[in-house]
């Protein structure tokens, strides 16, 4: 394989400044993975995952955090092919700079996968079905709903974040969707906030939504992961307003999950009553079998998905016992 050269010292410098992970040396393929960040619960329980799947398998293992920047996400990648990478793998969520970087590794005949992001015809894919997981998570906040509300709704407001590009977004319009059609809602009863990836943010744009409505007794939010579901519930909470409120995200981080063992005693004590898991605890594995395939050149299919299970307090506590 070709290999891209890093034309001035300074560059690889700065580049290998960035470099944040550790090798593991051994004879088999040389694994690269270019991460966004270690500050939320489903990236630390992915990179986990895709190193130990290195390390079982024998593999070199570089990896680096970019920040989601895509500046240093470029150079972080140009540091992970001169280590030798024979596969980036991609958890930037970053759609342009991610498509440019899958033509330019394609050039050199090193493969990309891109992580729950799509970055064209020219990487790679595994990760969620954003549509479908959207569509999951409306279908499992319709019965909630008709408990709590007795299915008259007066608004659905979404949090998501414009950063992470249209497809991403499919995990709250699908939702949307999905709510909208099964409860005959208006477009006019709609409501889209972009959440800037940023929970005090998000925390603070849906409270002063709820103080600028406080005639609306029905509210169903969507938050785009989970961390803006905490922050929602959290602006909820601060209102006075949990009684409104209903909330469903992506992701069963542990904040997620210990919430909704928290409101199998303490039901009104939350708004936030379901999220979806793409069992973050498979991704490793199965991120670095899809890389193997692809090396090995036994697969020819573009894309991957992972598994989803939708969560309440109906089945939170097998699921967790699952985990074990």
């Not at 972080?76 to 793998?89: C, P, Q, R, W, Y």
């Not at 998570?137 to 249209?166: C, N, R």
Request: net charge negative; hydrophobic share 40%; aromatic share 8%.
């Amino acid at each position: 394989m070709k290999k891209r050269m890093i034309t001035t010292m300074f560059a690889a410098a700065m580049a290998t400044s960035l470099m944040t992970g550790v090798t593991v040396f051994a004879d088999g393929y040389n694994i690269g993975y270019s991460n966004m960040a270690l500050k939320e619960d489903f990236f630390i329980t992915v990179e986990a995952g895709i190193s130990k799947a290195c390390e079982e398998k024998g593999y070199t293992y570089n990896t680096a955090i970019s920040d989601r920047d895509s500046t240093k996400m470029v150079q972080n990648i140009e540091a992970l092919v001169t280590k030798g990478a024979d596969i980036i793998i991609d958890f930037n969520v970053l759609p342009e700079a991610g498509a440019a970087e899958a033509e330019e590794l394609k050039n050199e005949d090193i493969p990309m996968i891109s992580i729950d992001c799509d970055y064209g015809e020219d990487a790679y894919f595994f990760g969620v079905n954003n549509e479908a997981a959207g569509t999951l998570l409306g279908q499992t906040m319709e019965p909630l709903a008709d408990d709590k509300f007795g299915g008259d709704i007066d608004f659905v407001v979404a949090l998501w974040d414009s950063q992470s590009g249209d497809a991403v977004k499919q995990r709250c319009s699908g939702a949307v969707d999905e709510l909208q059609e099964h409860y005959g809602l208006s477009d006019d009863q709609i409501v889209w906030l972009d959440s800037l990836a940023d929970d005090t943010k998000t925390q603070t744009m849906t409270k002063d939504w709820l103080d600028s409505h406080p005639d609306a007794e029905h509210v169903l939010f969507i938050g785009q992961n989970d961390d803006r579901g905490y922050a929602i519930n959290q602006a909820a909470i601060a209102a006075d307003r949990v009684a409104n409120c209903l909330i469903g995200s992506h992701n069963a981080d542990p904040s997620a999950t210990e919430n909704l063992q928290a409101a199998k005693d303490d039901p009104e004590g939350t708004a936030w009553a379901c999220t979806i898991s793409y069992n973050s605890q498979l991704y490793g594995q199965q991120v670095v079998d899809y890389a193997t395939e692809i090396l090995d050149g036994t697969t020819t299919e573009k894309s991957r998905n992972a598994e989803m299970t939708a969560l309440t307090v109906d089945n939170i506590d097998d699921y967790l016992a699952s985990l074990d």
